[in-house]
Structure formats: C-alpha cells, structure tokens
C-alpha cells in the first residue's frame, strides 16, 4: 500500500519507458534521465509509448517496490510533456493515475516560512 501525504515526493517521467525492463532498468532511467537518486523513498513513474499502462517505482528502505497498472481501455490522455520529467504533488498523482487532468486537480499551495 502506498500512503500519499504531503511529504511524498513524486516524478513522473515525460519520456515512454521500456516495459520489459524491470526494477534495475527502471532504477538505472531514475540516474540518468530523472537525475534522480532512486534511493530517496521518492516514488517514480513510467508510462509506455501508447500511455495504457503506467509503472511506480519506489524505494521504501528494505528494498524497491515495482508496481503496474494497466487500462482496459483508452490511455492516459494527460500526461506531463516536460522533459525530463515532472515533479508533482502527491494528490495530484492520485489524479494522474485516475486518468484525470493533474494540472488541473490544483490544490492548496504549499506551506512556505514567512521570514
């Protein structure tokens, strides 16, 4: 189970990824297209070239968890364009992986010191 809170820190890379790597091919994109360390308890997040399936990677200290989720029908119609990847907001990846408009799920600012 995947708790989402405020703390999570969530990539989704822009770029299809390969389906048949597994958590090492998944962990070696995380270096070198993220620029990410796949370590950090971050959850990222794949699609494939025709956007029916999605992938999560994350680490959760004891080792990594790969998990898959596959459409029955259509794709993932929103998915962030920036390249390399994007970094969201964790309800907003509930959001994205609903099939919904993440940039449009908005959301309350986050919460900055007044210095």
Not at 54 to 79: A, E, I, N, P, T
Not at 83 to 95: D, T
Request: some cysteine.
């Amino acid at each position: 189970m995947l708790a989402l809170n405020a703390r999570l820190r969530v990539w989704v890379a822009a770029e299809p990824a390969d389906f048949r790597c597994g958590i090492d091919g998944l962990a070696r994109r995380v270096r070198q297209k993220l620029a990410q360390d796949p370590f950090s308890g971050g959850v990222f997040v794949f699609c494939n070239r025709r956007r029916t399936a999605v992938k999560l990677l994350v680490y959760d200290g004891q080792g990594f968890w790969l998990c898959q989720k596959r459409l029955s029908q259509g794709h993932y119609r929103f998915w962030p364009q920036e390249s390399p990847g994007k970094l969201l907001a964790p309800h907003a990846l509930a959001v994205l992986l609903s099939g919904g408009d993440y940039a449009a799920a908005g959301g309350i600012p986050e919460w900055r010191a007044v210095a």
